[in-house]
């Protein structure tokens, strides 16, 4: 049931990715075409695109960290010994959560310190721009939480990567 409950959530990820791509697209190109077809624009269209371009990314890199399609080079690792290479996955894990855990407390501050803020064309809480960060965070957290598991455990990369 976890498993099914963490594939519907990465699966309204991605549609969260693509309804963001198509906002924005609509967004710039109507804009484009406002300004030079009729002399005018939509100035909130510019605000929400970039709003909208954050929550693209960090809701696409919270897919990709969790398929582990993130760039890596791993020539010279690749090369050690399975134990070393062990070794080196939970250490770099163990790196990643701290790492993580520095984002997620730099987005709960600038969530909490941003309630009162508004975005100067839409009027929206600027609290909701960062929430993308601590949405990454808490979900990034809990992938590698999982990978950690996997790693101490031994289970391999190969078809499991890809579930939390």
Request: charged fraction near 15%; glycine fraction near 10%.
């Amino acid at each position: 049931m976890l498993t099914r409950l963490a594939n519907a959530y990465f699966k309204a990820l991605d549609q969260i990715v693509v309804i963001c791509l198509a906002g924005m697209v609509v967004m710039v190109f109507g804009n484009v075409v406002l300004r030079y077809g009729f002399n005018g624009g939509i100035t909130q269209s510019e605000e929400l695109s970039r709003w909208l371009f954050v929550w693209m990314v960090f809701c696409g890199a919270i897919v990709v960290l969790r398929e582990g399609g993130h760039i890596a080079v791993d020539m010279f690792v690749a090369r050690l010994p399975r134990a070393v290479r062990q070794a080196i996955a939970i250490l770099v894990t163990i790196t990643m959560l701290g790492l993580t855990w520095l984002v997620i407390q730099g987005a709960l501050t600038q969530v909490s310190v941003n309630r009162t803020s508004f975005a100067p064309a839409s009027g929206l809480s600027l609290s909701w721009f960062f929430a993308a960060g601590l949405v990454f965070g808490v979900s990034a957290f809990a992938i590698l939480l999982v990978r950690l598991w996997r790693e101490i455990r031994g289970v391999d990369k190969g078809a499991g990567e890809g579930g939390p």
